[in-house]
């Protein structure tokens, strides 16, 4: 029967929950479908939040069916008054209910084994639309619900995650996979530091514009994230080979307009970007933070094996502990500020040399909200790396909250580092 219906291409997803309207849950089963859905090759064209309202969830729904080939819907199976989905779904496809006695026998059971009666109020959960194919819950009273309208399809799944998403993965192997035609989607991702989202935008755009109708077309969308900007391609295609070789292609170009602000390739973090290098070079890295509060070194003991090069480092926040933990002289600090590119130099060279590193990193910076001045306004980090081949320091300045800018002040400091040891890397290459 597969065979004759048209591919599914298109999906649209519904969260129902007046408790996904407020402000303490919130809808995260889209995400885990979203995923599931791009697996399959099935478009993901809209997803809305909709509260257990009658009204809104038919206009919603009636919607989502005519413009796409699957309808997923999820939560309001439960069996109280608020569960309104079952009801909605059967009253716009005008398939009238009726109660299916195995699944009351199932829920009874289920109760029967907690030593429990079925309230009446169960049997709710036990009404199918006509014609439906019932998903078996074995995590819960709610069973699934597939409807077959035409060519297109509609699937009715738990709210609870822990229910919903072993269902959706059998209904996306047993009938979802056969009916989503050959087409997959491929990705590849360029990860920058150092350069605004318009600027990327500026670089890549001549080539990034003429692949969205180049066969396969490929897809980009720039987005920024906290301390980079993220350049994601996607391509449609059945051929997989073909698809791979075109996004390697695109990365490629984009990369060579980008040059080494291009740090990430894959996907991986500037962190653990920055662990590659220091392993592959056999080198070591100490670090003394001021602004950035130990989240330097926070992040680069996140990645797994760090101890082959992370020496340690010290939170020298205060300017006698700069002084006698990163020897710091007393009358720098006095001379400069705290903030000020003499004493990042100071705190790079000092932690450097205490700990025997290769590389030392200083950072020091206002996070703000007080504490800035007009010429070291807050968001202001001097930021200096030490090395084999001598010591660069660089002053950047970041808008933002406290915590935004101790992240960019840890980013920074991370690129500066994996800039360092690249470039300290390809002169011992020769
Ligand atoms: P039940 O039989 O458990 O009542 P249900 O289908 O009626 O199932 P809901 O009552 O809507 O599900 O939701 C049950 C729980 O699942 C809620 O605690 C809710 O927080 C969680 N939940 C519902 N929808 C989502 C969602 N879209 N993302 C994440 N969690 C969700
Ligand atoms: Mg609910």
Redesign the pocket.
Known sequence: MTDSLAPLRSAEII???S??LGST??????LFLADGLAGLGIALRAKAVVGDRRGDLATMFGLALERVDLVIL???????DD?LTRDVVSEVLRLPLAEDPAIVADIEARFAKRGMRMPAINRR?AMVPRGATVLDNPN???PGLLVHVGDRLVLLL????R?MKPMFERVAASVLSPRAGRERFYRATVLVAGRSESHVEEAIQPIYAPLATAVPPIETTILAAPGQIEVHLTALSDDAELAQRALASARERIVAAIGDDAFSLDGRSMEDIVGGLLRDAGSTIAVAESCSGGLLLSRLTDIPGSSAYVRGGVVAYSNDVKTAFADVPADLIAEHGAVSEPVATAMAEGIRARMAATFGVGVTGIAGPGGGTPAKPVGTIAIAVAGPSGTSVRTVRFNGSRAQIKHYASQSALDMVRRTVARDAAVRRG
């Open positions: 969260a129902v929950g408790e996904l849950r919130i809808d995260t089963n889209s999820t939560g309001g199976l439960g069996p109280t569960d959960q819960g009273s709610a738990p709210g609870p995650p229910e």
